[in-house]
């Protein structure tokens, strides 16, 4: 049974930064794509960033060059470093797989981004 526990959130300022991180069990983590989603009110969950087992990294657009994704396989932990934040950050931050996530989501972190 895989479980993911997403911590690391809160209330920031525009430009602010906030360090997030996920906590997973199971014995594939070292072998999997992970992935930080969001999912703001009234939107559908998105893909934030993704890091593959041996670490290239992916970011979409509105993220990159702000957010840094990692991973510690033998911690079984991936974190995302997020910086300048914007209030369009605002959302509940989830980890799970890439691309096939899974079926059971963690509680997600709320980032709030506010003045």
């Known amino acids: 049974q895989v479980q993911l526990v997403e911590s690391g959130g809160g209330l920031v300022q525009p430009g602010g930064s906030l360090r997030l991180s996920c906590a997973a069990s199971g014995n594939i983590f070292s072998i999997k794509t992970m992935a930080w989603y969001r999912q703001a009110p009234g939107k559908q969950r998105e893909l934030v960033a993704h890091i593959t087992s041996g670490g290239s990294t992916y970011y979409v657009d509105s993220v990159k060059g702000r957010f840094t994704i990692s991973r510690d396989n033998a911690k079984l932990t991936v974190t995302l470093q997020m910086n300048s934040l914007k209030p369009e950050d605002t959302a509940v931050y989830y980890c799970?797989?890439?691309?096939?996530?899974?079926?059971?989501w963690g509680q997600g972190t709320q980032v709030t981004v506010s003045s």
């Open positions: 799970n797989y890439f691309p096939n996530p899974f079926g059971s």
